[in-house]
């Protein structure tokens, strides 16, 4: 660029006038409180002070311990169950929609899949302990019916119950971009499949499922990244051991007051969630790509 | 501000939101309590009401670690309400002032040992104001009388998967140290913590669940899930009333437990401390007494009043004076040995 002459184009300078207000406001609201985690994380706290030595040993803690490793797997282990449930039960109802719906009644559709926002996230889980409870619908029907004498107990309070609540929880979120997903794919395609001889299946797997990637990939990120990091869910559905990473991070911000050991664990599970997601994005790549 | 909202909105939905927002701004906004939620209950100080015409203002939580984050994360209330185990913590943390107890009614008629248990230094920190009992409660058609005589039942492989016990580290050691022969913790050190600790490790092992509160308790208990529980008098109290067959012992060979909160002066307040003490003096009222009893199943630091309350009331709360065996008082722990027990508590209620 020559001398002389503005560094910036009047464009570029309207669209960093236009994009500042928002950078800023992430910035002051997400860099810098996790720039203050990342600080807390190299602390110690004694009591109720905190001293200001950096130190590695809250993460050497954090990735050596068995309790917290076994929290770590475990919450990777319930996440990815959720996500493959949520895939799995999403993928045929996207399908549906996206397929066998009119377009003109596609919009209810969607619509009707909002529908258990409506409801606080609590009363669904209540929901839940109703239904699956020692007592509950479930466990009344069968008993009632002569089929078990004694209720099942097996079905709350452990790790099956928080990956079922989060499932149902989670599922509108893989719906809508595997919907958006499928609904794009030019039907045009299809019909020559079909002319060039291929049966449902092969359609299905040549042409309709690597087409639905970017939305199953999508979904899968999704629902993946959130749920490693709930807390609510396995505090009230979990059961004595269906705890999860995040459960531990509260309790050694709050009762253990061990706040810098809190920051630890959080940027540890952030780091596992990054490296699965994006071991993940790197499998599925090839579908990734824009069409040619 | 609620013009300019108004200005967008239809009317009938402006109509509804300024009806929603009102009641908020009814109650006397000059005092802040910081409060266990459903301590906002216009029955525990009618007497401020009558003074004041109003209620404060309550600013519910509901668990002391949370409030205490609130407090030094610089939320500003003029009264709050920690239990034992935590007035030490706060009045280190500064956020505690010293209470004038001339100014403090009935201060004399105070249960003793609950009133110097919060003495630090020359000053009192907390005015007791609630207790109640943590011991054994079951469901009394599952579960024969005799097997609840010993704190033992908690590890007995009978009763596997149909145990509760509080998700509570002072009532849960409460329970562990009279099992493994503790019942004054002060007196406790490091190697006997280490047996309370291994003991609750197996009653682990039959625990259905760690209940948080008594409405959560009575849920399993209601429908036979949980059969025994380390409960607090306010559950067969309350279960008994909605016709639930649940017993309750206190006099187990080992011992129970007892537990109390109390009202704190919060440094800093941003209000007039004479209304402070007006709340405080609300607390300690006969009236407010009778009530906590009756209406809540809690017993009350004001330990004069509750001598008049009459034997049928306490027994029917299960707050009578227990001599007969040990009686584990959940009084201040010295912060090493309480820092152990909750480490420790997390670890076994992680499954480690």
Redesign the interface.
């Known amino acids: 660029m020559p001398w002389g002459r503005p560094r910036i184009s009047p464009e570029a300078a309207s669209g960093l006038v236009l994009i500042s207000p928002t950078f800023i406001y992430a910035l002051l609201l997400l860099a810098t409180p996790i720039a203050a985690v990342v600080l807390l994380s190299f602390w110690t706290q004694d ?2 002070d905190l001293q200001r030595t950096l130190t590695l040993a809250n993460y050497q803690k954090a990735w050596s311990e ?2 917290y490793q ?2 770590m797997l475990r919450s990777v282990k319930i996440s990815l169950l959720v996500t493959v449930a949520t895939v799995l039960i999403g993928f045929p109802i996207a399908y549906y929609i996206a397929f066998m719906v009119p377009p003109r009644h596609r919009p209810i559709w969607l619509f009707l899949i909002t529908i258990p926002f409506w409801t606080s996230y609590l009363v669904r889980i209540f929901l839940w ?1 109703v239904i699956l ?3 509950g619908v479930i466990n009344g029907s069968l008993v009632g019916l002569g089929i078990i004498e004694e ?1 099942l ?1 097996f079905i709350l ?1 452990n790790q099956g119950a928080v990956v079922l609540t989060l499932s149902h929880a989670w599922l509108p979120f893989a719906i809508l971009p595997i919907f958006v997903a499928l609904n794009k794919i030019d039907r045009s395609l299809l019909e020559a499949a079909e002319d060039l001889g291929d049966g449902p299946v092969r359609r299905f797997l040549h042409i309709t499922l690597p087409l639905a990637m970017p939305g199953i990939v999508a979904a899968a990120i999704i629902v993946f990244i959130p749920t490693i990091g709930d807390y609510v869910t396995p505090r009230l559905v979990g ?3 269906g ?1 999860m990473i995040a459960n ?1 991070i509260e ?1 050694q ?5 061990n706040a810098p050991l809190g920051a630890a664990l959080a940027l540890s599970a952030m780091f596992v969630v990054t490296l699965i997601s994006l071991l993940f994005l790197l499998a599925v790549r090839k579908y990734l790509r824009p069409n040619q | 501000m609620n013009k300019l909202i108004c200005h967008r909105l239809s009317a009938a939905i402006c109509a509804a939101l300024i009806a929603l927002a009102s009641p908020a701004l009814a109650v006397d906004e000059e005092l802040i309590i910081l409060d266990w939620s459903g301590y906002e209950d216009p029955g525990f100080h009618q007497m401020y009401i009558e003074q004041h015409g109003d209620s404060p203002a309550f600013s519910p939580f509901g ?1 002391e ?2 409030a ?2 609130k407090l030094r994360a610089g939320f500003k209330a003029d009264v709050s309400h920690p239990c034992s185990q935590s007035v030490r ?1 706060w009045y ?2 500064g956020l505690l002032d010293p209470l004038q107890t001339d100014k403090i009614a009935h201060w004399d008629d105070l249960n003793k040992g609950m009133v110097e248990a919060f003495k630090f230094g020359d000053s009192y920190y907390a005015m007791p104001a609630d207790w109640g009992a943590t011991a054994i409660a079951y469901r009394n058609d599952l579960v024969p009388e005799e097997d609840v005589q010993s704190l033992q039942v908690f590890v007995d492989p009978k009763y596997a ?1 149909k145990t509760s016990i509080a998700d509570n ?1 002072d009532d849960a050691y409460a329970l562990a140290f009279l099992a493994t022969g503790v019942s004054d913790w002060n007196m406790a050190t490091h190697e006997d913590l280490d047996r309370a600790s291994a003991w609750l490790r197996e009653a ?1 092992k039959n ?4 209940w948080v509160d008594g409405t959560g308790l009575a ?2 208990m ?4 949980v059969v025994i529980a380390w409960a607090w008098n306010e559950t067969p109290t309350t279960m008994n009333a909605d016709g639930h067959p649940i017993g309750y012992n206190r006099e187990t060979t080992e011992g129970s437990s007892t537990w109390f909160c109390g009202y704190v002066d919060l440094a800093d307040g941003p209000n007039d401390e004479a209304k402070v003490y007006d709340f405080f003096n609300a607390w300690n009222d006969p009236g407010t007494v009778d009530y906590l009893v009756n209406a809540w199943g809690y017993g009350h630091g004001n330990a004069t009043a509750m001598s008049m309350i009459g034997a049928e009331a306490l027994e029917s709360s299960y707050l009578t004076d227990i001599t007969s065996v040990p009686l584990l008082f959940q009084g201040p722990l010295n ?1 090493d040995l309480r ?1 152990a027990m ?2 420790e508590f ?2 076994i ?4």
């Open positions: 009591y109720l068995p309790i076994s929290l302990k409870g020692y007592g209720p107990k309070y059961g004595p051991n705890l531990m309790v911000f709050k009762k253990a007051n | 668990e670690e949370e205490f984050q913590k280190d943390a998967g580290v682990h625990v259905r669940d760690y849920q399993l209601a429908p036979g899930e912060y820092e909750i480490a997390e670890m209620k992680a499954g480690f």
